[in-house]
């Protein structure tokens, strides 16, 4: 059964599932304890950390905007339309999880594995922020009816794109974690960049 009006309350818990995401990123960067190395030695030895968390915060901060976008254009929800946005917030809330694994492996063998992990994350949000505008698109009558075939072959591309580049960034991480990061951090960037 279709309803109308209810795209706001998708909205309005949606935003509330992302701002609690990036805020627990924050709230896992920890300060270096005490000791005979140097605080600031100490911080700049937690590089990958801040990265990790640059990385995370972007892809978050991309994704509720990609979100956000999305959502204007849509004017009815149903039941799978609903089911769908959950599966895009369930991997949403565990990006602080890999992120904390980054930072607790930096300078360990299982760096790479963590990494992997992070960006396996990411590519899972982007696949299924593309299954949810596949079936929004697919199912035209979920849109406004002025949204127009431009606009739904740039979000197309983007929502193919993005996939992609994090299971590139998700393969780099098996090599090179820094680059794996900086791609990720890239490609937050990129998407952020009105299209």
């Known amino acids: ?16 599932v992302f701002a609690i995401a990036i805020t627990l990123l924050g709230l896992d960067l920890r300060v270096p304890p005490p000791g005979s190395q ?8 937690q590089w990958p950390e801040y990265l990790a968390f640059v990385a995370s915060f972007g892809t978050i901060a991309v994704w509720w905007i990609m979100h956000h976008r999305l959502f204007t254009l849509i004017r009815r929800s149903n039941h799978a339309l609903l089911l769908l946005n ?3 917030l369930l991997w949403v809330t565990v ?4 992120t904390r694994m980054v930072a607790a492996y930096v300078g360990t063998p299982d760096l790479r594995v963590a990494a992997m992990l992070h960006a396996a994350t990411f590519v899972m949000i982007a696949a299924c922020f593309k299954l949810l505008w596949w079936y929004v698109s697919v199912h035209g009558h ?3 009816p002025d949204v127009d075939a431009r606009t739904i072959r740039v979000i197309n591309g983007m929502s193919s794109f993005a996939p992609l580049m994090y299971v590139v960034s998700l393969l780099l991480a098996s090599v090179n974690v820094t680059v794996s990061a900086t791609l990720n951090l890239a490609l ?6 009105p299209k």
Do not use: H
């Open 86 to 88: 959950c599966l895009v």
């Open 142 to 144: 979920l849109l406004n």
């Open 188 to 193: 937050a960037v990129f998407l952020a960049i």
């Open 1 to 16: 059964m279709e309803s109308r009006n209810e795209t706001a309350r998708i909205e309005g818990f949606s935003d509330a």
């Open 95 to 98: 990006i602080p999880y890999p």
């Open 38 to 45: 140097g605080l600031l030695a100490k911080v700049l030895a």
